[in-house]
């Protein structure tokens, strides 16, 4: 009888030299695959991506005591500028000329340059910023106009609708102007003034109110 040799196998029942032979297998499909990955786009990383902090929420409100005091020639006025896609009001001093009372375009006037003036460095930690082009101006009304009316030089449906929204709140909120919670506005050309009223919709969402739809047709006077 003849004996033949016993094949040896390890315990796990893989003849020796199997696991390195399919570590190597292993290890040249992983180096094939990086490529195809990187062709589409898909890179690895080692650490995490710092995105940076959360931002974070502004005040909209000046804190109290920052408002400098009314001098004898001037007044306090309120006017509304931009803060997280709302309006908010901000209280501000203005000097008239030394003639009193300022009449109703004086008072318009004094009002257009407030909110044409950037907002200072503590209204800007607050988040006040404003949408009202600095060459904007604005003229009393015309023969046939209705008394409140004022002419901007810009017709207010061109106007960006924060900017609008900002006019009309603040010179309808003004107590020099009549505080009538509205603005009659009209543009340099022939058409008639319209009533944009600064409604609790305007103030929360200005973006959201188109001037071409937004104003009303004014009483003439």
Same mark, same amino acid.
């Given at each position: 009888?003849?004996? +033949? ?5 390890t315990p796990s ?7 390195? /032979?399919?570590? *190597? ?9 990086? #490529?195809?990955? *990187?062709?589409?786009?898909? =890179? ?5 991506? @710092?995105?940076?902090?959360? $931002?974070?929420? &502004?005040?909209?409100?000046?804190? *109290?005591? %920052?408002?400098? #005091? ?14 997280s896609s709302t ?12 003639? /009193?009372?300022? @009449? ?14 950037? $907002?200072?460095? &503590? ?9 009202? #082009? ?6 009393? $009304? !015309?023969?046939? @106009? #209705? =008394? ?6 810009? =017709? ?17 909120? %003004?107590?020099? +102007?009549?505080?009538? =919670? ?7 050309? @022939?058409? *008639?003034?319209? !009533? ?26």
């Open positions: 009888m003849t004996w +033949l040799p016993r094949r040896t196998r029942g893989r003849r020796p030299g199997s696991r390195p /032979r399919a570590a *190597a297998l292993t290890a040249v499909a992983l180096a094939a695959l990086v #490529p195809a990955l *990187a062709s589409c786009g898909i =890179r690895g990383t080692s650490v995490p991506v @710092d995105a940076g902090a959360a $931002p974070s929420r &502004v005040s909209c409100k000046v804190p *109290a005591g %920052s408002v400098a #005091p009314a001098q004898p020639d001037s007044s306090p006025v309120t006017v509304y500028l931009v803060c309006l908010a009001p901000v209280e501000r001093t203005v000097t008239y000329p030394k003639q /009193r009372p300022a @009449d109703r375009l004086q008072t318009a006037r004094a009002l257009l340059d407030e909110l044409q003036e950037q $907002p200072g460095p &503590v209204e800007e930690e607050a988040g006040f910023s404003t949408a009202v #082009p600095e060459d904007l101006e604005v003229t009393g $009304p !015309r023969a046939g @106009d #209705p =008394r409140e009316a004022l002419r901007l030089s810009v =017709r207010p449906e061109d106007l960006p609708s924060f900017a609008l929204a900002q006019i009309a709140c603040t010179f309808g909120e %003004s107590g020099a +102007l009549g505080r009538t =919670r509205a603005a009659v506005l009209g543009g340099p050309g @022939d058409a *008639a003034p319209q !009533r944009y009223a600064c409604s609790a919709e305007v103030r929360t969402h200005p973006e959201s109110v188109p001037g071409a739809a937004w104003g009303s047709s004014a009483p003439a006077g």
